[in-house]
């Protein structure tokens, strides 16, 4: 039987990137999927269509995570559709590249909506619904290798990486007794539409190639297999846990 058979996983930020391919890889694992996405409404059906070649359920839902009304809009879709919510995947993100004495005010502000309270308001309503079910659940969080080290050009970005991987450690208190597990991963770079502008220089690519010990950048693809494993019954006994996805880069110090 296939790990996933039988649950409902929702994905926020899923027409591309990281978030389609968590997407298309809990389909299949046997899911049923309800994707968000923001604007990309071609790439969105386009996830969906890959969640149905898959032999799952998808529908797509249009919306922005930094409005709280989305969160419980989202989840109200997802059970009218699929009837209940098993897995929430938060990982709509953004990361407006900007040095910090400059930023604008308005940078900072969008950035910390979407990421971190986006993030909040999604796991919020995920949670509520699963209580409502009475059966647990699992939240999982897209936070980053950024929660744990600095980026000169992050100071706003990383402190949403942090609050995510601090508001799986809270919930996965709180949630506990309704066992609903809460977990991040933490991806390393991953080539997508986020970095294809910073990583168009050349220098800086290599130079980020050169510090992975398995000698490549990561592809959206390499964090279905973690994110299928937390949401799985193989993980019932993990909560409150943040597992790196790097290719090893964090502990490569020297
Ligand atoms: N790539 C990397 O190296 C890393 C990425 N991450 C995290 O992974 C997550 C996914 O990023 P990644 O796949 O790389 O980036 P992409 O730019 O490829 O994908 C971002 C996704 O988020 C959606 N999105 C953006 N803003 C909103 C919003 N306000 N409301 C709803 N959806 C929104 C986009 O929708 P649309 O296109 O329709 O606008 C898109 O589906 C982010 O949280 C990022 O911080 C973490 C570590 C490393
Ligand atoms: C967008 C960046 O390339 C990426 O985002 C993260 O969270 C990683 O740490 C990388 O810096």
Do not use: W
Not at 25 to 49: E, K, L, T
Not at 72 to 100: L, Q, R, W, Y
Not at 197 to 224: C, F, N, S, T
């Amino acid at each position: 039987m296939k790990l996933l058979a039988g649950k409902t996983v929702l994905v926020t930020g899923a027409s591309t990137g990281i978030g389609r391919a968590a997407a298309v890889g809990v389909a299949q694992a046997g899911a049923d999927v309800v994707i968000n996405y923001h604007s990309r409404d071609d790439d969105a059906a386009a996830c969906v269509a890959e969640i149905e070649a898959a032999g799952q359920r998808g529908l797509a839902v249009k919306g922005d995570v930094a409005a709280p009304e989305t969160a419980t809009e989202f989840v109200t879709k997802a059970v009218e559709a699929f009837g209940k919510v098993d897995v929430m995947v938060s990982n709509a993100g953004i990361c407006p590249f900007h040095s910090f004495l400059d930023m604008p005010v308005e940078t900072v502000q969008r950035t910390m909506q979407v990421n971190l309270l986006g993030g909040y308001f999604m796991c919020q309503a995920a949670a509520n619904q699963m209580v409502k079910q009475g059966h647990g659940g699992a939240l999982i969080a897209v936070s980053s290798i950024s929660a744990l080290v600095g980026g000169e050009y992050q100071t706003h970005y990383t402190p949403t990486k942090a609050g995510l991987h601090s508001l799986m450690q809270s919930t996965a208190i709180a949630l506990g007794k309704h066992k609903i597990r809460c977990n991040s991963v933490l991806p390393g770079t991953i080539l997508t539409e986020i970095n294809k502008e910073d990583l168009a220089d050349v220098e800086k690519r290599k130079y980020m190639e050169a510090r992975i010990p398995l000698g490549r950048l990561g592809q959206a693809e390499d964090l279905a297999g973690p994110i299928v494993f937390l949401a799985s019954d193989m993980a019932a006994y993990v909560t409150g846990a943040a597992l790196l996805v790097d290719g090893g880069a964090f502990v490569n110090l020297q």
